[in-house]
Protein backbone atom coordinates (compact mmCIF):
# COMPACT_ATOMS: atom_id res chain seq x y z
CA UNK A 1 0.00 0.00 0.00
CA UNK A 2 0.99 3.40 -0.77
CA UNK A 3 1.80 5.78 2.55
CA UNK A 4 4.58 5.52 5.46
CA UNK A 5 5.96 2.13 5.37
CA UNK A 6 7.03 0.29 8.80
CA UNK A 7 10.10 1.19 10.63
CA UNK A 8 10.73 -2.59 10.28
CA UNK A 9 11.11 -2.47 6.64
CA UNK A 10 14.58 -2.47 5.89
CA UNK A 11 15.74 0.22 3.19
CA UNK A 12 15.19 -1.23 -0.55
CA UNK A 13 12.48 -3.78 0.49
CA UNK A 14 9.90 -2.33 -1.27
CA UNK A 15 11.91 -1.77 -4.52
CA UNK A 16 12.56 -5.37 -4.60
CA UNK A 17 8.93 -6.14 -4.50
CA UNK A 18 8.13 -3.91 -6.89
CA UNK A 19 10.35 -5.88 -9.33
CA UNK A 20 8.04 -8.85 -9.18
CA UNK A 21 4.99 -7.16 -8.81
CA UNK A 22 2.49 -7.70 -11.72
CA UNK A 23 1.42 -3.75 -10.87
CA UNK A 24 5.10 -2.53 -10.77
CA UNK A 25 3.37 0.41 -7.89
CA UNK A 26 2.25 -0.15 -4.56
CA UNK A 27 -1.42 -0.33 -4.60
CA UNK A 28 -3.95 2.45 -2.95
CA UNK A 29 -5.85 2.45 0.06
CA UNK A 30 -9.24 3.42 -3.09
CA UNK A 31 -8.35 -0.04 -4.15
CA UNK A 32 -8.98 -2.36 -1.42
CA UNK A 33 -12.02 -0.28 -0.11
CA UNK A 34 -13.63 -0.61 -3.94
CA UNK A 35 -13.11 -4.71 -3.77
CA UNK A 36 -14.69 -4.14 0.02
CA UNK A 37 -17.58 -2.38 -0.81
CA UNK A 38 -18.66 -4.52 -4.04
CA UNK A 39 -18.14 -7.23 -1.77
CA UNK A 40 -20.12 -5.76 1.05
CA UNK A 41 -22.73 -4.13 -1.41
CA UNK A 42 -23.43 -5.51 -5.12
CA UNK A 43 -22.02 -8.94 -4.54
CA UNK A 44 -24.74 -11.98 -3.94
CA UNK A 45 -23.70 -14.71 -4.93
CA UNK A 46 -19.16 -14.98 -4.38
CA UNK A 47 -19.56 -16.60 -0.38
CA UNK A 48 -16.18 -18.05 1.56
CA UNK A 49 -13.70 -17.05 -0.70
CA UNK A 50 -10.25 -14.93 0.03
CA UNK A 51 -10.31 -12.23 -1.88
CA UNK A 52 -6.31 -11.86 -3.00
CA UNK A 53 -5.08 -8.03 -3.19
CA UNK A 54 -1.66 -8.90 -3.71
CA UNK A 55 -0.86 -6.40 -6.67
CA UNK A 56 -0.87 -9.56 -9.22
CA UNK A 57 2.07 -11.48 -7.47
Known amino acids: ?3 PRPARLRDG ?3 EYLKDCGLSRHGEVEEVAALAAWHAIE ?13 GL
Open 1 to 3: MSG
Open 43 to 55: NACVTGQTMMVDG
Open 13 to 15: LCG
